[in-house]
């Protein structure tokens, strides 16, 4: 319905939630209510091309519609179809010789509301939305910072200290009503926003004082989700609120991931550790991994391999910084080519629309190629998980991660009050369950309950196997459970003293209970009511500081649970008929044969031999399959001398993930110098970190060493290795000659290390560097070999960092 003459007011009403806006002192102003009591009071306004719009503004007109939002979603607090019906009113406002507007959605939890700027606009400034949710309540508010990692805590707001706090704010009016403030639908036309402190209201505050803008610009909504705690933690208003996947959307695979980062800082470099997690996660019946900085390109297409073959996808972890641009980007297609499934980018720490632009890039490229992606030191989701499901978690949240960096900031009460605020808007990649966290204060059954008391699109579970190997109850559990969630519903609690979270996965619901440090509550669990009638309940609490089985009612009886300070418990409640637990471990499966692993270029195209019923091929190669058991593969542009392509031999695997095999193919040298330093590797392996290209070895992470050095003279490119290494390169083609030297380099004095170089596995060259002597200088004849390896092992005590310097390839 629409209305084209000025009025005082327009309401907005569906159930119990009702909105009024109307002109009050000149301006326009947002009057929320539930159960027809006052919920909040919002003065609007927003300035373009330097005009406030608020400012004498005037109400000339209304329309009105319904909308029934449906999607289907991927992940979150619950997968499959979903739907919410909305009351919208599009108020047209005029100031002066402007017309422009605010769009208010009323829904059954909660409010939103956005401008719309005047058609003439080019610019965006100050917004001047202030939040009055009255002065005597109490709000869950963390200090505001762009990776959303500061802590969460409770304050009287009467006591709140004015500054800058990051979305969501959760605010509780009295015990029945509480109201959270967010925002949805964003992207590289608008920036973040978080709210200001005065000491009475709340100021929306973008992140950018001034954008360009589109004629027509609308902001990202508003949202304010109001309702009782349990109607808050269950609310899907974000995603209903955000725009719809394009059709033909990547889908993702949810679920559960093994990560080496957490319990040792480098073994991101070591294949070993990884088929070592890689394994665990089979064992567990999960279904990724996450391999985090310093891994090779060497290896992954190997630990692909590898991890396929038991269902396993395998995700790769990356700066933001290093996919900043369309050449950057191109990365992520040849990662997709080895069967890499899914990304972790991290470091974006900004709100601004540039980096919201660059968000806009990588999510579309991401589709693109066929990758998930997880976002760390990044925003918090603002409707994503609808818009674009292959985005699949985010980290937003000072999770498990601090115990590395900083001993123990993680407090019990920090973590009761997450599902109450930060997972409310979407998935949260805390990195739960840290059993051999320092100086924690959280019990092992608090530790245990965040797998369940958290959502996240993918569940990095943090510690190392061998810690949830020895709690045996802990592994079993989190071997139950689901990649996914039906339902979710906060059986008991308050942010100041306990969550009490129930997830739902087909007839099985899964209990997690968490204890804020002053809780001594007791939760009542009732089975039968979760189940719909009599329940077998299997539980896991604290027992005299350690895991134990609790004891499970009679069916049909309720259950009563202590909870010491900072503990907690979890339980699966399934149908009495059903079994309760149902893991399997996931049994290896053969991978596709391959008749040779590395096969050379010589003419346009080469034929690789295999069983597999698929190629997948590098970016500018092509497959066709030829004669019985074969494959004929061809470059659409010959690739440089020394290229090595990887081609990706798939089968029908587990769970749709298809099981893996690799072959290299080497574009042979046609004449001319090269630096090997920069040529691709077909195997790497260091004891220290990644073999550092240019660079010395330096510590454990990639790219942290200091320049290549010997005897205080630099060197301008090389190979940094540490006193136990193995990096063997393709030489196949016209090259005869093998030239450089070999030296310890200056950050390691007083050291020495055994150095050789085998011409296809035939040792060629041995050479005993040490730190007095300079750089040994080799020449060796390579003529029609196919394989060169830079070998080294320990010749001292001590750790031992050895350059491979100027070394070149010619005729």
């Known amino acids: 319905m629409s209305h084209a003459t000025p009025a005082l007011a327009v309401e907005i009403s569906i159930g119990r939630r009702r909105a009024v806006l109307a002109i009050a002192d000149g301006r326009p102003a947002l009057q929320l209510l539930l159960d027809e009591a006052p919920l909040a009071r919002i003065a609007l306004g927003v300035d373009a091309d330097g005009a406030d719009l608020a400012a004498g503004a005037e109400i000339v007109g209304s329309d009105d519609r319904e909308l029934c939002e449906e999607w289907s979603a991927a992940l979150g607090k619950a997968t499959g179809p979903r739907s919410a019906v909305h009351r919208e009113t599009t108020v047209t406002l005029r100031s002066g010789s402007?017309?422009?507007?605010?769009?208010?959605?009323?829904?059954?939890?909660?409010?939103?509301?956005?401008?719309?700027?005047?058609?003439?606009?080019?610019?965006?400034?100050?917004?001047?939305?202030?939040?009055?949710?009255?002065?005597?309540?109490?709000?869950?508010?963390?200090?505001?910072?762009?990776?959303?990692?500061?802590?969460?805590?409770?304050?009287?707001?009467?006591?709140?200290?004015?500054?800058?706090?990051?979305?969501?704010?959760?605010?509780?009016?009295?015990?029945?009503?509480?109201?959270?403030?967010?925002?949805?639908?964003?992207?590289?036309?608008?920036?973040?926003?978080?709210?200001?402190?005065?000491?009475?209201?709340?100021?929306?505050?973008?992140?950018?004082?001034?954008?360009?803008?589109?004629?027509?610009?609308?902001?990202?909504?508003?949202?304010?989700?109001?309702g009782t705690l349990a109607e808050i933690v269950a609310t899907e208003l974000i995603d209903a609120l955000a725009p719809a996947a394009q059709p033909g959307a990547l889908g993702p695979r949810p679920g559960r991931a093994a990560w080496s980062w957490w319990s040792s800082q480098y073994s991101g470099a070591y294949l070993d550790v990884q088929k070592r997690f890689t394994d665990f996660a089979a064992e567990q019946g999960w279904e990724h991994v996450l391999?985090?900085?310093?891994?090779?390109?060497?290896?992954?297409?190997?630990?692909?391999?590898?991890?396929?073959?038991?269902?396993?996808?395998?995700?790769?972890?990356?700066?933001?910084?290093?996919?900043?641009?369309?050449?950057?980007?191109?990365?992520?297609?040849?990662?997709?080519?080895?069967?890499?499934?899914?990304?972790?980018?991290?470091?974006?720490?900004?709100?601004?629309?540039?980096?919201?632009?660059?968000?806009?890039?990588?999510?579309?490229?991401?589709?693109?190629?066929?990758l998930m992606v997880n976002f760390h030191g990044s925003v918090i989701p603002r409707g994503w998980a609808r818009t674009h499901p292959h985005v699949v978690s985010y980290e937003g949240i000072r999770g498990a991660e601090y115990y590395v960096f900083y001993g123990h900031p993680l407090t019990a009460a920090h973590n009761v009050i997450q599902p109450f605020t930060r997972n409310v808007v979407g998935s949260m990649d805390y990195t739960p369950v840290t059993f051999s966290a320092p100086e924690r204060e959280t019990t092992d059954a608090h530790e245990l309950a965040l797998g369940v008391a958290y959502e996240s699109g993918i569940t990095h579970f943090a510690d190392d196997p061998d810690q949830y190997r020895s709690r045996p109850l802990a592994a079993a559990f989190l071997a139950e459970l689901p990649p996914t969630w039906d339902e979710v519903r906060l059986l008991d609690g308050h942010p100041d003293t306990h969550a009490v979270v129930a997830r739902r996965s087909g007839d099985r619901w899964f209990v997690g209970s968490i204890a804020a440090d002053t809780s001594d509550a007791a939760v009542e669990l009732d089975p039968a009511a979760l189940v719909g009638g009599p329940?077998?309940?299997?539980?896991?609490?604290?027992?005299?500081?350690?895991?134990?089985?609790?004891?499970?009612?009679?069916?049909?009886?309720?259950?009563?649970?202590?909870?010491?300070?900072?503990?907690?418990?979890?339980?699966?409640?399934?149908?009495?008929?059903?079994?309760?637990?149902?893991?399997?471990?996931?049994?290896?499966?053969?991978?596709?044969?391959?008749?040779e692993g590395l096969v050379v270029l010589r003419g346009t195209e080469v034929t690789v031999g295999t069983d597999a019923a698929s190629v997948r091929t590098p970016p500018g190669w092509t497959a066709d399959r030829g004669a019985e058991g074969e494959w004929t593969v061809t470059p659409l542009h010959r690739p440089d001398p020394g290229d090595v392509a990887v081609l990706t031999l798939e089968s029908p695997g587990h769970d749709g993930v298809p099981v893996m095999s690799h072959v290299r193919v080497l574009t042979p040298f046609d004449g001319g110098v090269h630096d090997v330093s920069r040529l691709p590797f077909v195997s790497a392996r260091n004891a220290v970190g990644p073999v550092e290209r240019g660079r010395a070895n330096g510590g454990g992470d990639p790219r942290d060493g200091g320049p290549l050095q010997v005897r205080g003279v630099s060197y301008p490119d090389g190979l940094g290795v540490s006193q136990d290494s193995e990096i063997t390169i393709a030489v196949a083609g016209s090259a005869t000659r093998f030239t450089g030297s070999v030296a310890v380099d200056d950050e390691t004095p007083d050291a020495a290390a055994v150095a050789e170089i085998l011409v296809d596995g035939v040792i060629a060259a041995r050479f005993t560097p040490c730190a007095a002597t300079a750089p040994l200088p080799f020449d060796i004849d390579v003529t029609g070999a196919s394989l060169l390896t830079l070998r080294t092992s320990p010749d001292s005590a001590t750790e031992t960092h050895v350059d491979w310097l100027t070394m070149r390839l010619s005729e």
């Open 291 to 370: 391999v985090d900085c310093g891994w090779d390109a060497a290896w992954v297409p190997e630990l692909v391999a590898y991890a396929s073959a038991r269902g396993i996808q395998v995700h790769l972890w990356s700066a933001w910084s290093d996919l900043d641009g369309a050449e950057s980007l191109r990365s992520l297609a040849l990662w997709r080519s080895w069967g890499v499934a899914g990304i972790k980018v991290d470091f974006m720490e900004s709100e601004s629309q540039e980096r919201y632009r660059w968000y806009d890039a990588i999510i579309a490229e991401s589709a693109r190629v066929g």
């Open 535 to 595: 329940a077998a309940v299997w539980a896991i609490g604290d027992v005299d500081g350690a895991l134990a089985e609790l004891a499970t009612p009679e069916p049909g009886a309720r259950m009563r649970v202590p909870l010491a300070p900072c503990g907690g418990f979890v339980a699966i409640v399934a149908p009495a008929a059903a079994p309760v637990r149902r893991a399997v471990r996931r049994a290896g499966l053969p991978r596709p044969t391959v008749a």
């Open 98 to 226: 402007l017309t422009w507007a605010v769009v208010v959605r009323v829904s059954d939890d909660g409010f939103a509301f956005r401008y719309v700027l005047p058609a003439t606009a080019t610019s965006l400034g100050a917004e001047h939305t202030r939040i009055d949710a009255g002065d005597h309540g109490r709000a869950w508010v963390q200090e505001y910072q762009t990776w959303y990692e500061t802590p969460r805590f409770g304050s009287d707001l009467r006591d709140l200290a004015p500054g800058s706090y990051g979305f969501p704010v959760l605010v509780e009016r009295d015990p029945q009503r509480f109201l959270l403030l967010s925002e949805s639908d964003i992207d590289g036309r608008s920036s973040g926003a978080h709210v200001d402190w005065d000491g009475t209201v709340f100021h929306v505050t973008p992140a950018d004082d001034r954008i360009e803008i589109e004629p027509g610009h609308r902001t990202p909504w508003r949202v304010i989700v109001a």
